[in-house]
């Protein structure tokens, strides 16, 4: 097959940072997602939604009128979060989650929770607004790096949908089998998103030819049988289980550095390297509902009307990309992917 036509997608969890780094990167998530849910993590983060508005418009503003593109905005959740928050985000119909980041758990995760029941007036405050709860699901502590998700799932998320049990909770880029299977063996309420790099990379990404910090992202990137676990998740057509890039920018300088910060920008050929995994998988025709169904769905959004066309057609990822005064280097730099969109 050359091409492939299927209904404009959503990416369902996207960094987009603000000034100068947003105007250079958030083209390449509007020219192949018709929403996206934009996460809070700026610095300082978006806790209000009167901040949320703010930093809508000057995402609206930094693309061009000819760009269809809706920012589905989320707030950062706080040990301080006042419970009368919730029901003015909701009233504003702009913003469509919470999101959990426990505290020093991933960049810009210093104003994340302490301890998850210091929120739980605010979680009751948003089944009953329903408001989804969007999850970054690392313990905080000195765990072990590649067990932290593993240890999330049994230490926090089961007990929190025990005890929340109207709450729709959505498990971010999952990287492990383990959150693979609590995902499917979970209730309707419980969704999770998978990103393009946990599905192509496993550890070894890490250290092949020397270290890769361009390959360094949180939760890290485990180990085959896990990638093997998210593939086979992904492809299967499960409805809870949907696109969320974890797309997330920044410049060259921050990742090849003796510090390099957590993240990979992929929003330049994401829908094309997840049409890759699809493809290889034999399930091409999945990638429409990973893509542009489940997550509106989960999320009661309508379903997107544009469509968008892919082609098989080889080409080679630019080594950088601009980023203000500085580059990005691109997840692939340098290297070829398979597909491409009909008009980019
Ligand atoms: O690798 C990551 N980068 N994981 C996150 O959770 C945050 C993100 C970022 O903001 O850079
Ligand atoms: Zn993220």
Request: charged share 25%; with cysteine; net charge neutral.
């Amino acid at each position: 097959m050359r091409n492939l036509t299927i209904t404009c997608p959503d990416d369902c969890h996207v960094h987009l940072r603000d000034g100068a780094v947003m105007a250079a990167v958030v083209g390449d998530t509007a020219r192949r997602f018709a929403r996206a849910i934009v996460m809070p993590n700026l610095s300082p983060p978006v806790v209000t939604t009167a901040q949320a508005l703010k930093y809508r418009e000057r995402i609206l503003a930094a693309l061009p009128n000819t760009i269809r593109f809706t920012p589905l905005m989320t707030l950062y959740l706080t040990d301080n979060t006042p419970v009368e928050e919730i029901a003015k985000a909701k009233q504003s119909g702009q913003v469509f989650a919470i999101k959990y980041y426990p505290r020093r758990a991933t960049t810009n995760s210093d104003a994340g929770v302490t301890d998850i029941s210091k929120v739980y007036p605010v979680l009751e405050a948003m089944v009953e607004h329903d408001l989804p709860l969007s999850v970054h699901g690392e313990v905080s502590d000195n765990a072990d790096i590649f067990d932290r998700e593993r240890l999330f799932i049994d230490r926090i998320l089961e007990p929190l949908l025990e005890r929340f049990r109207d709450l729709r909770v959505v498990f971010e880029h999952i990287s492990t089998r383990e959150a693979v299977a609590f995902v499917k063996s979970g209730t309707d309420r419980l969704a999770a998103t998978i990103t393009p790099h946990h599905l192509l990379l496993n550890r070894n990404a890490l250290f092949e030819g020397g270290l890769q910090p361009h390959h360094y992202c949180h939760p890290v990137i485990k180990r085959e049988t896990d990638r093997r676990a998210l593939v086979e998740a992904a492809t299967s057509g499960h409805p809870r289980l949907f696109l969320g890039t974890d797309s997330a920018p920044h410049a060259r300088s921050s990742k090849e550095n003796a510090f390099g910060c957590a993240g990979i920008y992929t929003a330049h050929a994401a829908l094309e390297l997840y049409a890759e995994v699809f493809e290889e998988a034999g399930a091409i025709d999945r990638l429409e509902g990973f893509a542009g169904i489940y997550g509106s769905a989960f999320y009661g959004l309508p379903r997107n009307t544009d469509r968008v066309t892919l082609r098989k057609d080889v080409w080679t990822v630019p080594r950088s990309l601009p980023l203000g005064d500085d580059v990005i280097v691109p997840f692939r730099a340098g290297k070829a992917c398979a597909w491409r969109l009909a008009d980019g």
